[in-house]
């Protein structure tokens, strides 16, 4: 791990963007791409709950993107038990991997992924979700390493609910806004994807560098790259 200073490096980033104009997805983006950062990780990403099931809201990579929807289709996953457990979850090595979670772990150990951690989001006695983190080497065995971990998973809950003052019955509409918004992210994904003849772990990065490089939010660059197509 690289370090208290860069975590709070990443905390203060996302608290600085929480109250400007910035949207959830964008903050959270960013949050993931810190959290790789930080933990010396590979992919991160962040499950919730939406309308009684799980949603895939934000990933740092199209990899990531497959394990955890696998996660949602499936109900078994090192995230999955994070948020029905309300606890970390870690597994490394790939015969543990396969052991605890089946075809799941397998997916992970087929992306490149050794070993994974999973850290519950919860509001108030209530879990919204969870943040999931993948590496490629095993992780820091630093005991506050799970700290950091669980502190940037808080970061994205109060991101992503933005209120200490939410009423229970918008918990949930405001996490299905977000699940929303990141539909569009995977359909500028998909059109970048067929127009340039690339993958999508490719065209994930073209839209990033090109909202990075315009000063664009990515969910409104997303949006123009799927206008753009239909117009």
């Not at 397998?106 to 209530?126: L, N, Q």
């Not at 940037?152 to 933005?162: E, G, K």
Request: charged letters at 20%; aromatic letters at 4%; one cysteine or more.
């Amino acid at each position: 791990m690289n370090g208290h200073p860069a975590a709070l490096e990443a905390i203060a980033t996302a608290t600085a963007a929480m109250v400007g104009s910035q949207s959830v997805t964008d903050v959270l983006s960013r949050l993931v791409t810190d959290c790789v950062e930080v933990m010396n990780a590979s992919a991160a990403a962040v499950l919730v709950t939406d309308n009684g099931g799980l949603a895939l809201l934000i990933s740092s990579s199209h990899g990531a993107d497959q394990i955890e929807m696998l996660q949602v289709q499936s109900e078994r996953g090192p995230c999955v038990d994070a948020i029905a457990a309300d606890t970390r979850v870690t597994a490394s090595g790939s015969d543990e991997l396969r052991r605890r979670w089946g075809s799941v772990g397998e997916a992970i150990v087929h992306v490149g992924f050794t070993s994974v951690e999973a850290y519950p989001m919860h509001w108030r006695g209530r879990v919204v979700g969870g943040l999931n983190v993948f590496h490629t080497e095993a992780p820091d065995p630093d005991d506050d390493a799970r700290f950091v971990g669980q502190a940037l998973a808080d970061v994205a809950t109060i991101v992503l609910l933005h209120s200490t003052d939410i009423p229970a019955d918008q918990i949930s509409a405001r996490v299905h806004e977000g699940v929303m918004a990141r539909s569009v992210v995977e359909q500028a994904k998909g059109v970048l994807s067929y127009l340039h003849g690339v993958d999508m772990e490719v065209a994930y990065r073209q839209l990033r560098e090109s909202a990075a490089a315009e000063g664009q939010p990515i969910t409104a660059r997303a949006l123009s790259v799927v206008e753009e197509q239909h117009s």
